[in-house]
């Protein structure tokens, strides 16, 4: 019997390397400026051309290489990073695995050209699928220019799985936050398809935030300082006012690292655990300085997890860091006693006697024993026949005799607070409730049924056979969502209100990626933009009938959507909106409905080819049956 076990080529060995090292665009570029940081770059120019699916491009101006390193870094378990063991536990460079330029020429074609500062020349080579085509001399400036060009061509399953343009971008500029916010002193360049996203010049790390992600963060940043045996701690922390829902800036580094770390997360929401409610996130910029040896980085291919020696040392720490900075700058405005130009206001003064005003007093005068004056021009009051008023309020008892018990719990329930009836003519149900085909009529006959909205949410109706129960959110949110999606079925757009003041809204340069993919489907949906350049863009003109709703956050929820989900088809995109601006134009919870508006709802939503669920998926309404009645009574 032949052996059975053999040695992988190279090209194997390396594709299986690329599944855990790269994974997506991102971690190519996360690759690549790594290598370039720890080159001693100042500056990084990133270039991209759809999202990285045709070019990633990585120019910098760091020691470079000379030909036979160039050629020796592609090969696995290259590195000039290490030379033994030891070497693991005192890391001070961001890569040491030798495996990311031998992962990335195995699944691209890759163009490297780089010259040192001693050398004349420098060299240009070319490699694809991990295998070496040219190597030449060429003239290139000081530094390394890596071109990596249609990632995953050899790897078609790979390739089919990367999500659409917006999404790899999404993740492409989350990445290049991550690793702007740790090298402050580096000057970066962010290029897509011709368009200059960011240009980050070296600074601090507060103008770093603020670059990043707007002036409106920097009067919300509060300075976190340490210094400890274990660990400096350095950094700026989010005012509890400026907590979000989601899309929070949550970031921990540590050596110049960026990372993932439970515990200290939630250290830093204990500290935030009296400040903010429970389902929000505050913002955070933490940098950790300890002693390379009691950490251990060497854990996943991605380094981003990393396992602390002193963890639970430097937990109360960040706890008692946090809660200082909040405590010295979030505290309550003291109140200031400036007694310029202040009136004189008598005080109290204890053993003074204070004589009361003088006031004439007539005790015999009773104005109400002297008859009514009135002016001759005046109208003379109405006399009323107050017998009037209760007659009928006695019913006899013959009549109260012949009430059923059921009318009886009907009038009380229809009189309780809860509900809000309306005396309209009532929905035939042909008791096929969940299907598509269910047909509404509304006729007036002699005994008319009722409409009632209970608890300001749901609307009750009787039906043929038992109780249907609708909520009046969820319908007109089906509703509006069916007129929109007609809309753009018919390609017209809808219309639009133009409001008196504009509202602004300042866009990062992702956003501003994104807004040039969503607004044309934000145009057809009623929204007219200016814009205003610099990221800035006026909301003049919003859909008809959505007025009250705070714009501003209603396309930050979109912008949201948009970013969190793949959108290959314009139709998805399209859709999301809709939906989310048919969400927030809703009927509000707690909304008095009348008689009509209720009818009104009731009949459009049953007009509709599915009116069971929202676009979501939630329950729209629901049908109490006589039999389930009967059993709970």
Not at 547 to 570: H, K, R
Not at 577 to 604: F, R
């Amino acid at each position: 019997m032949s052996d059975i076990i053999h040695l992988l080529p190279d090209s194997v060995a390396n594709q299986i390397a690329a599944g855990e090292v790269i994974q997506r665009p991102a971690s190519v570029i996360k690759e690549l400026v790594e290598n370039a940081v720890d080159a001693g770059a100042t500056s990084i120019q990133i270039i991209l051309k759809d999202a990285g699916r045709t070019l990633i491009q990585v120019i910098d101006n760091g020691c470079g290489m000379s030909p036979t390193d160039a050629r020796l870094a592609f090969e696995r378990h290259s590195t000039s990073k290490i030379r033994q063991a030891e070497d693991l536990f005192s890391l001070r460079t961001m890569g040491f695995r030798g495996e990311a330029l031998a992962s990335i020429a195995a699944i691209a074609q890759v163009e490297l050209r780089t010259r040192r500062a001693e050398d004349e020349v420098g060299t240009c080579l070319r490699i694809a699928a991990s295998q070496c085509e040219s190597q030449e001399v060429i003239t290139a400036p000081v530094g390394s220019n890596f071109s990596i060009k249609n990632i995953f061509f050899n790897v078609p399953a790979r390739r089919k799985f990367l999500k659409s343009n917006q999404v790899e971008l999404s993740n492409i500029i989350n990445e290049f936050e991550r690793m702007a916010l740790v090298n402050t002193e580096v000057e970066f360049v962010l290029i897509h398809n011709d368009n200059e996203l960011y240009r980050l010049p070296a600074g601090s790390l507060r103008q770093r935030i603020v670059s990043l992600f707007g002036k409106s963060l920097n009067q919300q940043l509060l300075p976190v300082e340490a210094n400890t045996s274990i660990v400096n701690l350095s950094g700026y922390v989010g005012k509890p006012e400026a907590a979000r829902k989601r899309g929070a800036l949550q970031y921990l580094f540590v050596n110049g690292r960026y990372m993932r770390h439970a515990g200290f997360h939630k250290a830093v929401m204990k500290a935030y655990e009296e400040l903010i409610p429970q389902n929000e996130m505050p913002n955070y910029f933490l940098n950790f300085a300890v002693s390379p040896d009691t950490i251990d980085v060497n854990i996943h291919p991605t380094k981003t997890e990393i396992k602390f020696e002193n963890e639970q040392a430097i937990w109360p720490i960040v706890l008692a860091c946090v809660k200082e900075a909040l405590g010295k700058f979030c505290a309550a405005p003291s109140i200031d006693f400036d007694m310029d130009d202040a009136p004189d206001i008598p005080a109290y003064t204890p053993g003074t006697h204070i004589v009361p005003p003088s006031k004439g007093y007539n005790p015999s005068y009773n104005p109400f024993n002297q008859p009514a004056r009135c002016s001759s021009g005046s109208a003379k009051r109405p006399d009323y026949d107050w017998q009037k008023l209760y007659e009928g309020f006695n019913s006899s008892e013959k009549d109260r005799s012949t009430m059923s018990d059921c009318d009886t719990v009907t009038d009380e329930l229809f009189t309780s607070s809860s509900f809000t009836p309306a005396a309209t003519s009532m929905p035939c149900d042909n008791g096929e409730y969940v299907q598509s085909s269910l047909n509404i009529e509304t006729k007036t006959t002699q005994a008319s049924t009722l409409y009632m909205q209970f608890k300001g949410r749901y609307i009750v109706t009787p039906s043929k056979n038992g109780l249907l129960l609708v909520d009046q959110h969820r319908a007109h949110e089906r509703i509006l969502f069916e007129q929109y999606m007609q809309r753009r079925v018919t390609e017209q757009s809808y219309p639009s209100q133009q409001i008196l003041f504009p509202q602004l809204i300042q866009l990062s340069p992702s956003r501003v990626a994104l807004f040039a993919e969503v607004e044309p489907a934000l145009v057809q949906l009623g929204f007219d933009f200016s814009d205003m350049g610099g990221g800035a863009y006026s909301v003049c003109g919003i859909p008809a009938g959505i007025e009250g709703v705070d714009i501003i956050t209603l396309l930050e929820q979109m912008f949201q959507a948009a970013e969190s989900q793949d959108a290959n088809l314009a139709e998805d995109l399209f859709a999301r909106v809709a939906s989310s601006l048919a969400h927030s134009a809703a009927i509000p919870v707690g909304q008095v409905l009348t008689p009509c508006e209720m009818e009104q709802l009731i009949g459009d939503l049953f007009a509709l080819a599915t009116p069971n669920y929202t676009h979501d998926g939630k329950p729209v309404f629901t049908l109490f049956s006589m039999d389930e009645i009967c059993k709970r009574m």
